[in-house]
């Protein structure tokens, strides 16, 4: 059975992360597509770090700026730092769309939206998954959204991982991929579990993946990476 092949911030190594532009590239390659968000001002963001240095022409805290001036930086190309609304609207019903939560204030406004798409949109609730480092937000979500599937995301390995996956009513654990072993594979399997894996920009390390059982990948590259 084929992988999912998310595109990792859209097509991070082809056009500037995490931008419309870079959704749309995405999205010719791969009906999946990885994003991560802010909140600020009650309004959802599309960025991954909590500063604008590496990804604009702009300086400071994401948290700390407002939505006025945050949207006024370049990141990249003249492209703005879109919302949510913006990326779904521009990738369609059709796209699976993992939303990262980043920082506090994450999960109720993203429950908002994903609702409001649902209802009025046509989208659906499968045509999401929501994922988080952040595990006290990700339980929020949950239980403002409770048909939405998630995914844990993990860097490391901690003791009975997929149990704990488990109990927190996960559709997948979202893991490092220097931290996959076909035994924690087949014990995520055994519980109903999918395995998502990032971030793999190679193909001999997809197709090793693939042979531990994973279910999906994170890539820099979906024009690159077959699952």
Same mark, same amino acid.
């Given at each position: 059975?084929?992988?999912?092949?998310?595109?990792? %911030?859209?097509? &991070?190594? +082809?056009?500037?992360?995490?931008? +419309? =532009?870079? $959704?749309?590239?995405? #999205?010719?390659?791969?009906?999946?597509?990885?994003?991560?968000?802010?909140?600020?001002?009650? #309004?959802?963001?599309?960025?991954?770090?909590?500063?604008?240095? #590496?990804?604009?022409?702009?300086? /400071?805290?994401?948290?700390?700026?407002?939505?006025?001036?945050?949207?006024?930086?370049?990141?990249?190309?003249? !492209?703005?730092? =879109?919302?949510?609304?913006?990326? +779904?609207?521009?990738?369609? *019903?059709?796209?699976?769309?993992?939303?990262?939560?980043?920082?506090? /204030?994450?999960?109720?406004?993203? !429950?908002?939206?994903?609702? !409001?798409?649902? &209802?009025?949109?046509?989208?659906?609730?499968?045509?999401?998954?929501?994922?988080?480092?952040?595990?006290?937000?990700?339980?929020? $979500?949950?239980?403002?959204?409770?048909?939405?599937?998630?995914?844990?995301?993990?860097? /490391?390995?901690?003791?009975?991982?997929?149990?704990?996956?488990?109990?927190?009513?996960?559709?997948?654990?979202?893991?490092?991929?220097? $931290?996959?072993?076909?035994?924690? @594979?087949?014990? !995520?399997?055994?519980?109903?579990?999918?395995?998502?894996?990032?971030?793999?920009?190679?193909?001999?390390?997809? *197709? %090793?993946?693939?042979?531990?059982? @994973? *279910? /999906?990948?994170?890539?820099?590259? =979906?024009?690159?990476?077959?699952?």
């Amino acid at each position: 059975m084929p992988m999912t092949i998310f595109g990792h %911030r859209g097509a &991070r190594g +082809l056009v500037h992360e995490n931008t +419309l =532009p870079s $959704f749309i590239e995405g #999205r010719k390659y791969t009906h999946a597509v990885e994003l991560d968000v802010y909140c600020v001002e009650d #309004r959802l963001l599309v960025i991954h770090d909590n500063t604008v240095d #590496r990804t604009t022409n702009g300086k /400071g805290w994401v948290m700390e700026m407002s939505f006025e001036a945050l949207r006024k930086l370049d990141a990249g190309n003249g !492209a703005q730092i =879109p919302t949510l609304q913006e990326v +779904l609207d521009a990738v369609g *019903n059709e796209t699976l769309v993992n939303v990262e939560l980043k920082g506090e /204030g994450t999960a109720e406004a993203v !429950a908002k939206v994903i609702n !409001a798409y649902i &209802r009025h949109n046509g989208w659906d609730y499968e045509d999401f998954l929501v994922s988080s480092f952040n595990h006290i937000e990700l339980t929020k $979500f949950k239980k403002l959204c409770p048909n939405v599937n998630i995914g844990v995301l993990f860097c /490391g390995v901690p003791v009975n991982l997929a149990q704990y996956a488990k109990d927190m009513g996960a559709y997948s654990l979202n893991l490092d991929r220097d $931290f996959v072993t076909k035994e924690l @594979v087949d014990s !995520a399997h055994e519980l109903g579990l999918k395995v998502f894996v990032y971030t793999v920009n190679d193909q001999d390390e997809a *197709n %090793r993946l693939k042979a531990k059982g @994973v *279910n /999906g990948i994170f890539t820099d590259y =979906p024009d690159r990476i077959k699952g």
